[in-house]
Structures are given as C-alpha cells and as structure tokens.
C-alpha cells in the first residue's frame, strides 16, 4: 500500500505503529462520567476507510438515551458546573488540555485508523489544535466578564452538539472546550463513521475527573443526532455538517427559543494574481485542496487564476501534483489518505463525471491506488466554466476546479458567484490588492498568501449557506453565553 507513487526518487515505508492504540471490540455511551449499554441495545460498526476492515462495534443511542444523556447533562449544570467559579472550571480545561498532548500519538494513531487521514495531518494538526483548544479556552473560563459580552455573561444550560466525520477530535475539542469554558454542559454526537477518538476524549475527561455528566457522549448516526437537537431538555444547539442537514435542523428548532449555530459546507475561491510567487502559490493550492483529501468544509476547490499566468500555474500544479503521495495513512510520507466512506466516494465519483459529462478537461496524475479501502486519486479539472456543477457544488474530495480571470473585478465576481461563503484565500505581492480583495469577498475568513491555517484565537465561521454564528476566539464564546 505504501508503494512510492510518481515520485522522483523512493521513500521506504515509515509506519507510525498501530499498536500505539489499543481498540475495544465494543463500546457503550459516555453518560453521567462512566460508559453504559443503550436501552435498546443498537450499535454500529466503525471501519477503516483505508482496509475496509471493521475496527469496533458502537453503541447507537436512541430517543431514550438520548433523553438520559441530556438529563445527565442538566443535573450536572445546576448542582456542579454551573455554580462553580469559572478560575475552577479552567483547571479541569487545562488538564484535559495536557492530557491531549500526554496522549498524542495514540489520538494521531486513532484518527487516521477510524478516519483515512494521513498520519502527518492527524499527528501535526489535528491533535495539536484540539489541545490548544482547549488551552485557549482555559485562558477564558475565568475572564468571561471581560470578553466584551456585559459585566456578567451567564451560560446557556444544556449544547446538544452534533460534529461530522472529517476532523473527529478537532471538531469535538471546537465545540466542548468554549461550552465548557462558559459554564455549560454538553451532549456530544460524534459522525457515525468516525466516533473512536471522542470516545478516547471521553476516556480522558473521565481520567482527568471532570464531575460526572458535564460532557456525555452518544454515538449513532442522523437519527440519534435528529432526536438530540429536538429535545426540549437542549437550550443550545451546535451543528457542523451538510447544509441539508444544517436547515432541516434550523426548521425544527424554529420558535423553540433555543439559540442555534451552523457550521454548513463551502467552495472557496482561492484567487491567484500574476504577481504572486507561483511556487508558493502553488503550495498553498495543494495544501488548500488536498489536505485531509478534500473533505475539507473550507477547502480552496475553485482556483481562480489569472489568464496571463494560468498556463504556467497549472503546468507547475501538475508537476507538483505528481510528487504526491498516496496510500497507507498511517505510513509518515504518506500525502494525500482514503476517502471516509463508501457514500463519500461515490459523491466525488459522480461529481467528476459531471465535470468530464459538461465539457471540462480532467486530470490526475498516473498513480497505483491500494486495491481495498476507498480511494480517489489527486485531480483537476480544466475548461471549468462557473455554471457547471464542480464549480458550483461542494464536491468535499480531492478535486480542483481551475477558473480563469482578467481583472480583480472579475476575480471578486466569480469568487463571490457560490452559495456559500464560508473562505476564500488571495495570493499577490501587493498589500493593497489584498485589502481590496478582503474587503470585497463575501467570505468569513480570508487567507492571503497561505491556506487553512487555524488559531483558536481566530473566529471561523460563514456567510449564506455556509451557515451563521462564530467558533473560536470571543465571538465563538458569544454563542455559548446569555450576555
Ligand atoms: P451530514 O450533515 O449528514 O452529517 C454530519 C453530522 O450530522 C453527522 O454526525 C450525522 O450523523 C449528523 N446528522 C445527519 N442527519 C441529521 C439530522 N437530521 N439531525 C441531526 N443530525 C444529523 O453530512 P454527510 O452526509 O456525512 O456528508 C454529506 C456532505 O455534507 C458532504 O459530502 C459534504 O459536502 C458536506 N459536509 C460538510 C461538512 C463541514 O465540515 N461543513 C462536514 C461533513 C459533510
Ligand atoms: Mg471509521
């Protein structure tokens, strides 16, 4: 699997031990601090995206469970969290922070088996950020009154929070640590591909002694996730996900009073002008659309590149393209991992007929893909014209629209032509073009002259169908607080 793949010269193979991680056969839900059988006695299997082989049988919690977590979670807020002092609060976040980093490599080791994700990513960014969350988030438990919200912000009670399959931890870690900096209590969904590592995290919260019911975890899959935001015991729901899902959910909380924040899809526009350092450019292409495969909500899918050196960045694209490596996620030279599910990759299979089916030139560079597990090699699309479906559609893999433009105008134009607004990233010499370009894309971050960077200081969230409301940073701890 781990066979070197177009490159330039052979690498040999540098598994990270799988036997860093010990996997139960089976597990139960995180409820009220210990692990307990659903009441109807449902579970699903987890796999490897990269072997097909079964990993672990999950528990699957129904409207009963459910109904138990969040009861949990109640009790918890009114007899412990909320009335402790946030300075209090903060030393469980800062323990649970170190503890990440304690176990790092067995939480790298886990993401990539349960969902496909190079090694390099889970161990370098995943990981990483889910602990800083959680550090920054300790840095505010007892400096609420200060973060501009009123002398004295109160939490909300109860999250019902619902999380995808592609960053498993790190969107855990984004939606508990500002929840429980602030003084709620949290019922966490996990994706029901990916629910290993949170229910490591839960392992953890456990060992680190947080009071019991403070954060549950229960596994399943939409339906667990449908009966948990619908509870009438849930004064906040917080979704990352489908823009399908995002306004199904927004339709069945309408009129309930409960505060809602949706983290929905995107289709970025990353805009290169003919002043920029093309090798950079072209890194930051790379990393903006083959990071994590593609399953990335703020992936830079659309490349809008300037006509007079869009010959030049797409011959470099390719070459670079070539050098990638794909295979074994749990092998360290390993680029670009398995696509999450089955699902997943038939979306990305039929998106690309579209995109050969409307005319546009498609390409991927020679490469031998590991015979089981789900895989879609490195590809890019040309002749791309804004009104077919791959420049229009979150394809959520590892594929790139290439778009050309004459002007800045024309560039903010198309950039801005989407549905979505979730990012958007500039590359150019010029400062000023990139205070123009900011100022003018509809897009809730912007990168200029790099790609996908994530600080929990800096707020990320969307305009449109991207979705409403901010994490990170003090807007992301608005959305847990009544100020
Ligand atoms: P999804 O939106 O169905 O799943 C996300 C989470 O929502 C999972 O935990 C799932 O179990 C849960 N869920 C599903 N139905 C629900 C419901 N009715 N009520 C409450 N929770 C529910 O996303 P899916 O089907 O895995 O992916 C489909 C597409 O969505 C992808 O191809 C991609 O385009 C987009 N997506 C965007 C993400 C993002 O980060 N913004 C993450 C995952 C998917
Ligand atoms: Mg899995």
Redesign the pocket.
Known sequence: MSEPVGGLFEYAPAPEPRSLVSIRPSYGLFVGGEFVDPVEGGSLKTINPASEEVLAEVATAGPADVDRAVRAARRAYEEVWGPMPGRERAKYLFRVARMIQERARELAVLESLDNGKPIRESRDVDVPLAAAHFFYHAGWADKLSYAGLGPDPRPLGVAGQ??????PLL?AAWKLAPALAAGNTCVL?????TPLSALLLAEILRDAELPPGVVNVVT???????S??AHPGVDKVA????????R??RR?LAGSGKRLTL????KAANVVFDDAPLSQAVEGIVNGIFFNQG???CAGSRLLVQESVADAVVDRLKRRMETLRIGDPLDKNTDVGAIN?S??LD?IRELSAAGEAEGAERWAPACRLPERGFWFPPTVFTNVSPSQRIARE????PVLSVITFRTAEEAVAKANNTTYG?SAGVWTEKGSRILWMVHHLRAGVVWANTFNRFDPASPFGGYKE??FGREGGRHGLEAYLDA
């Open positions: 619902v999380i995808p399959w592609n960053f969107m969904k996990p994706a029901e591909t399943g899959a939409g339906d667990t996730g449908a948990l935001v979704f990352t996900g489908s823009t399908e899902v995002g199904e959910i069945t983290e929905l899809g995107g399953h990335v909500c599910s699902g997943q979306k979150e394809i959520f893999g979730l991207s979705g």
